[in-house]
């Protein structure tokens, strides 16, 4: 946390795509790292119970807020509980990365399937950047925005 020397407490991370696979192998990460981390998935609170319970019994502090950052609405719910419960953000992960369920060659692929994977793997960073962004350099301390894809979301 040394590099974070603008920060008073400690610098809260909020990863999108936390609840499973790399998102939350991340969130882990940043959790032994000494951050206060937010969780971001479209799943509900009980799907990921028990993995809240498993991180809770390390002692840190992480919240999930359950929502798509595609949707504004859920955009601004999420910003909210964020700001409501840490004060601030002072790392994005932008953690996407998604492709069709039916691995087709490209001239295959279904139209909606592209829309699909464009709209998670590419504006859902977008989405993220353009929502969370404004704050952080609002608060005036030290801040990241890391983007995170599998193969599927550079593709």
């Known amino acids: 946390m040394d590099q974070y020397s603008g920060i008073k407490m ?3 991370a909020l990863i999108t795509g936390g609840s499973r ?11 032994n790292a000494g951050y206060r981390v937010a ?3 479209v799943r509900s609170k009980d799907q990921v119970k028990e993995v809240l319970e498993e991180i809770n019994t390390v002692g840190v502090e992480v919240i999930y807020c359950q929502g798509n950052i595609a949707e504004s609405e859920d955009r601004s719910k ?3 509980e964020v700001k409501e419960h840490f004060g601030r953000l002072n790392v994005l ?3 996407a990365g998604v492709a069709p369920a039916e691995l087709l060659p490209i ?4 139209p909606n399937d592209w829309q699909w994977a464009y709209g998670v793997n590419v504006m859902g960073v977008l989405h993220g950047i353009q ?4 704050g952080m350099l609002a608060h005036g301390e030290d801040s990241r925005v890391i983007n995170t894809c599998s193969g ?3 593709f």
């Not at 696979?21 to 959790?31: C, D, E, F, R, V």
């Not at 001239?107 to 279904?110: A, D, L, S």
């Not at 929502?131 to 404004?134: I, N, Q």
């Open 107 to 110: 001239w295959e692929t279904k």
């Open 131 to 134: 929502a969370f962004v404004p």
């Open 78 to 80: 999420i910003i909210s």
């Open 39 to 41: 969780i971001n998935g």
């Open 152 to 154: 599927n979301g550079a």
């Open 21 to 31: 696979g790399i998102g939350l192998g991340i969130a882990k990460s940043m959790l």
């Open 93 to 95: 992960v932008n953690n």
């Open 10 to 12: 400690k610098p809260v």
